[in-house]
């Protein structure tokens, strides 16, 4: 699925600018992500050195109000457990993945959905990288941007 459906590309960059008059896309909640480059946004406690996602005004370990930064999670991680959902509203494919995924560099734990793979097909520890994902639009006709995981590990398709 395409990131937005009116933008120009810039090879030279690989980034897209709406075109004029047209609002830029955005993450559909504030503090949620970056767009260049894709990373989702947590938070790392000074103290403890716990790394939390979404951004948290405090240590979900030591429970310090002070000294918790926001930080760039890595788009690298790898399926630590996952279900195949195949009963949804009106409106949603089925079957999709929802998956665990485990950021290894960050020590981080995040619930997504994974593409990339037949639900029979995915396994405990796949390789997964993060991918942007069209969720929505704003009021002022903005494209919101969500996420999702794109299993990158064997047997996927290219």
Known sequence: MPLTNSTTTSHATGTTAPPDGVPAARPFRDGLLTLEPPRLLGSRCLACCTTAFPVREFCPACRAVEGVEPVALSPKGRVHSFTVVRQAPPGVDVPYVLAWIDLPSDQVRLMSTLVGLAPEEVALNL???LEL???GTAEDGGELLGYRFRATGAG???
Do not use: I
């Open 127 to 129: 390789p997964a990288e």
């Open 156 to 158: 996927v398709a290219g």
């Open 133 to 135: 994902t069209a969720f």
